[in-house]
T-cell receptor, first 111, second 113 residues
Framework: EPEVTQTPSHQVTQMGQEVILRCVPI?????FYWYRQILGQKVEFLVS????????KSEIFDDQFSVERPDGSNFTLKIRSTKLEDSAMYFC?????????FGPGTRLLVL | GQQLNQSPQSMFIQEGEDVSMNCTSS?????WLWYKQDPGEGPVLLIA?????ELTSNGRLTAQFGITRKDSFLNISASIPSDVGIYFC?????????????FGQGTILTVHP
């Protein structure tokens, strides 16, 4: 069964460093999303992406965040200068028939 | 922004018991989804509901899309130890916010053998 994949599974970085989280959505899906989940909290929407541009973004998704679909399969989330409060699980998702399928997540720890 | 109230926050039950959890919203959603999340993993889709009033089953799981489109419930019958995890409801609006899910706070389910 097709699935969303994400790399790396874990990333530890120093505050102020740039990180790039990678996702391969399910092929033939056209809408892509990033969510985050701070430890012990609910999943929160960050950004949606369609037709090579951002469709909608939340207030969390500030100038430090960017997304890109550099080729036909990858979908990336970049955090330019990480802060301690960026520590969280980051989930990529893609959609088919209004149903979102999530990847396993990348656990980001900012020290 | 839209808010979902999910209850209960946690449940401790005996194996074999039935479980019920629900979500309510002040806003209308076009789609309701129920996910299960195990520690350190991504949400796994359990049931998707697309129409108001829809009642859908997936094995021991049954979920309904409220007629007002502002609520949904999930029932688990005859619980087993592997049902342990966090259950999230999520609502999806239509229109320009297509696919933007709003999640409930989650229900932590513990099943005692």
């Amino acid at each position: 069964e097709p699935e969303v994949t994400q790399t790396p599974s874990h990333q530890v970085t120093q505050m102020g460093q740039e990180v790039i989280l990678r996702c391969v959505p399910i092929s033939n899906h056209l809408y892509f999303y990033w969510y985050r989940q701070i430890l012990g909290q609910k999943v929160e929407f960050l950004v949606s992406f369609y037709n090579n541009e951002i469709s909608e973004k939340s207030e969390i998704f500030d100038d430090q965040f960017s997304v890109e679909r550099p080729d036909g399969s990858n979908f990336t989330l970049k955090i330019r200068s990480t802060k301690l409060e960026d520590s969280a699980m980051y989930f990529c998702a893609s959609i088919l028939r209004e149903t979102q399928y999530f990847g396993p997540g990348t656990r980001l720890l900012v020290l | 922004g839209q808010q979902l109230n999910q209850s209960p926050q946690s449940m401790f039950i005996q194996e074999g018991e039935d479980v019920s959890m629900n979500c309510t919203s002040s806003s209308i959603f076009n789609t309701w989804l129920w996910y299960k999340q195990d520690p350190g993993e991504g949400p796994v889709l359990l049931i998707a509901l697309y129409k108001a009033g829809e009642l859908t089953s997936n094995g021991r799981l049954t979920a309904q899309f409220g007629i007002t489109r502002k609520d949904s419930f999930l029932n688990i019958s005859a619980s087993i130890p592997s049902d342990v995890g966090i259950y999230f409801c999520a609502g999806q609006p239509g229109g320009t916010s297509y696919g933007k899910l709003t999640f409930g706070q989650g229900t932590i389910l513990t099943v005692h053998p």
